[in-house]
């Protein structure tokens, strides 16, 4: 119980320094919540429980009289118990360690990470039940809310699974076919994350037309993006979009860091479905 207690005012010690080292801002109000003490209790009896149990079912064994007669009480009786127990505390506190290098690991992996896109003060907010024609209204009144810098509007949200939109194209440099992921954004994406240019546009206007990364210029042979007309972007279940390639970004993650980057178009157009 002292333990425990001991626990309890080291949270409330150096959860502001933990905070710190994540460098995020976490809500922490669950601590107090009826669920999550609940559990702690549980844990409190249960720890009680093991830990007087053993003295317990020990003690009982022992007798005083045959200590007094002079009896030697077999130091073996019992030892494998207190040998696993010892190897139990040692394997968790080891194992216990490694989790905590890893995780230190992992931290510092995703901070330092450069995805190529701006990530902080960005939030993504998934707009499945707003049709395409209230879209308009709902950008102008994003825009009037004072802790809204900018924004921007895209077919399918970064990172929440794998980008749909396969399509195959052909090379405008060969007549190569290439499977490259289709998003469809606003004209202010690109600005809002803050996604570099590997080749930059001459126009600010890119609407109806089409961007692509470094991937998919260098997998369809192109060194050069001028005068390129009639490219035509098509899904399966979307309609062909022809246009002029534009500029090239340079290579961002918009899937899992564990998936390699791959060929992706951008067409400036509002798609036939909602944005998200």
């Not at 003690?59 to 010892?86: C, E, H, M, Y």
């Not at 394997?91 to 902080?120: D, F, P, W």
């Not at 340079?250 to 860091?257: A, G, I, R, V, W």
Request: overall charge positive; proline content about 4%.
């Amino acid at each position: 119980m002292i333990s425990f207690l001991v626990a309890l005012v080291l949270v409330q010690i150096f959860k502001p320094v933990f905070l710190n080292v994540l460098q995020q801002d976490v809500d922490t109000s669950f601590l107090m919540s009826p669920s999550f003490i609940g559990v702690v209790f549980v844990l409190l009896v249960a720890s009680i429980l093991l830990a007087g149990s053993y003295p317990a079912l020990v003690l009982p064994q022992f007798k005083p009289v045959d200590v007094i007669n002079g009896k030697l009480i077999s130091l073996g009786k019992g030892a494998w118990l207190r040998k696993l127990l010892t190897i139990f505390q040692f394997s968790a506190s080891v194992t216990l360690a490694i989790c905590t290098i890893i995780m230190n690991h992992q931290l510092n992996y995703l901070q330092a990470k450069n995805t190529g896109l701006a990530r902080e003060q960005v939030m993504v907010v998934p707009l499945d039940q707003i049709s395409n024609r209230q879209l308009p209204v709902f950008k102008n009144e994003l825009r009037s809310k004072a802790g809204i810098s900018r924004l921007g509007m895209a077919s399918f949200p970064l990172y929440r699974s794998s980008l749909s939109g396969l399509s195959l194209v052909s090379s405008a440099v060969s007549t190569e076919k290439v499977g490259a992921k289709w998003i469809v954004t606003d004209d202010e994406f690109l600005s809002v994350l803050n996604i570099k240019w590997a080749m930059k546009p001459e126009t600010k206007k890119i609407t109806g037309n089409h961007l692509l990364n470094e991937t998919a210029a260098e997998t369809m042979g192109m060194s050069a993006v001028n005068s390129i007309e009639d490219f035509t972007m098509g899904g399966d279940h979307v309609p062909a979009v022809t246009g002029k390639i534009l500029g090239v970004v340079k290579d961002f993650n918009y899937e899992t860091l564990r998936s390699r980057i791959q060929p992706m178009v951008g067409t400036s157009e509002a798609p036939t479905r909602s944005f998200r």
